[in-house]
């Protein structure tokens, strides 16, 4: 008998294991191969502990994110029901109107120029939002941020409606910003951008105790029905509506004209006109711009 033969001596063998290298192969040409291999090798140098840790850490995160999500929403709910109807809105500016015995004009008999000049000097999304101008919100707050106090509030003409309806024209503090962003929405909800603009323009003070475009049309230029006003005198009541008192054409007609000027920029790199109307516009003269121009008896300038 062969010890060879012998089962007491018999050695069977185990398939060989693949072992993990220790470091990741490399190559000096890499192909696909060496991906895969590379692959391979991160693979079996991952834990399952790690991965069940990490598994753990997603639900965590996952499960807080839904939870802000849900209060936030209540908590919208909640404000949404707690800010006042807007479906009296109509009504509460032809009031308004009548308290400053000022006229109620329809948007369809004003001047299109002074709806376009509003717009593009202060709210050149007015068309593409819905109450709120996301962009310029981020602008306003990133200033505020660095200013430490709000400066600017990246109102839309929406959000400047509702805080002059139901606000008495107070949103500089964060709650009031809020009030004044969820009201903002609701008119958007509840009427389209052509009441919206209606409202706005027969609601706004342009100065010199002017309530409203029509007694604006009327104010500073004479004229009996704003449908009459042209590009230059809509580029010019635009501009006031900012600060009425700083902007005055009769007070500081100098910075009124700049202010002016600075609209038909707007309007022109937004192409609502182009630059020889800019230019016409900017050439119209009126009794303000003129060297020793005296103040209407009824006019007045404050300290501003």
Known sequence: MHLGSSPEFTVTSSPPQTPIPESPPTARRRNWRDVVARA????????????KRWVHRARRVGLLALTLMLLAVMGLT????????????????????????????????ISPWMARALVAIEDERFYQHHGIDTIGLIRAAWDDLRARR???????????????????????????????LLLAVKIENRYSKSQILQFYLNLVYFGQGAYGIGAAATRYFGLRHPNQLDLAESAL?????????????????????????????????????????????????????LLGAHLPNNAYCGTY
Not at 151 to 176: C, F
């Open 237 to 289: 009541l635009a501009g006031l509506v900012q600060a009425p008192g700083y902007y005055d054409p009769w007070c500081h007609p100098s910075v009124a004209r700049a202010r002016q000027h600075t609209v038909l920029d707007h309007m022109e790199d937004q192409g609502m006109i182009t630059r020889s109307q800019a230019q016409a516009a900017e050439r119209e003269q009126f009794s303000f711009w």
């Open 78 to 109: 909640v404000a949404w029901q707690a800010t006042p109807s807007v479906n009296g809105l109509g009504a509460w500016v032809r009031a308004q109107d009548a308290a400053h015995h000022a006229p109620y004009t329809p948007l369809s008999q």
């Open 150 to 180: 709000i400066v600017e509030g990246g109102s839309t003409l929406t959000a400047q409606l509702a805080k002059n309806a139901y606000l008495h024209g107070n949103d500089h503090t964060i709650p009031r910003k809020l009030e004044d």
């Open 40 to 51: 391979d090798y991160w693979l079996r140098r991952a834990r399952f502990g790690d991965r």
